[in-house]
């Protein structure tokens, strides 16, 4: 199986005259963790959402271990394995921490729909769930109500729900997106433990996230692709100094 899980060929996007993706050609490498960086508005929303499918591309062609995924469905592309975590936390506030991670794993036993079904059926679920718990820093909370949990830890509980879905390649939006410092801390190490034998595809802001847990990172400007590389390169490049921060003077740590 190629080294490479995901590869974009001129991908584009257009809307009304406004190219916001153009001619971006990406390739993320199995069990990395790849940052997808970029001042506003420089099109890394919009290239996670054509690659799940939540936009069309213009044109330029989507691959996923080799297979063209261009055209297919936003639920297609879940079942081959892409699972995607979003900026706005998403999880069932009046479920508890148990319930969300058991919603997530229910897609294993087939039974997603069938709401006439015992809840019973779902406690053979309890044990990988409360594993995926662990795993995130969160088993002593298992019954806590999630709605009562402070924002970095909701940030946890959507990985583990993410994990869930038994991801081949994990899409994380600007995961520490609205944390303070002790919160930003913890998830970048969280991600850096789940990252282990997993792929992650992440649109991330904090530059210090990104020096620490980042194996390669694409730069986009305008929606196209500035700089591609290893942090210590790409924050060294006067192009992406100047994208940022509008001069060649200095490094870029500044940058959030």
Known sequence: MSDIILQTQQLTKEFKGFTAV??????????????????????KTTCFNLLTKF??????????????????????IARRGIIRSFQ???????????????????RSLGTS?????????????NDRALALLAEVGLEDMADEVTVNLPYGRKRALEIATTLAMEPELMLLDEP????????????????????????????EHNMSVISNIADTITVLQRGAVLAEGPYAEVSRNPLVMEAYMGTTDGQLQGAH
Do not use: C
Request: proline letters at 4%; glycine letters at 10%.
């Open 22 to 43: 153009s001619q971006v050609n990406l390739s993320v490498q199995r069990g990395s963790i790849h940052a997808l960086i970029g001042p506003n508005g420089a099109g």
């Open 55 to 76: 936009l069309e591309p213009s044109s330029g062609t989507i691959l996923f271990n080799g297979v063209d995924i261009t055209r297919e469905r936003p639920a297609q």
């Open 88 to 106: 706005i936390s998403a999880v069932f506030p009046h479920l508890t921490l148990l319930e969300n991670v058991r919603l997530g794993l229910q």
């Open 113 to 125: 729909y069938h709401f006439w079904r015992s809840e019973r059926t779902l406690h053979q679920l």
């Open 176 to 203: 520490t997106q609205g944390m303070g410092h002790e919160d930003v801390h913890r998830v970048t190490q969280l991600i850096k433990k789940v990252s282990a034998g997993r792929t992650i595809l992440m649109v």
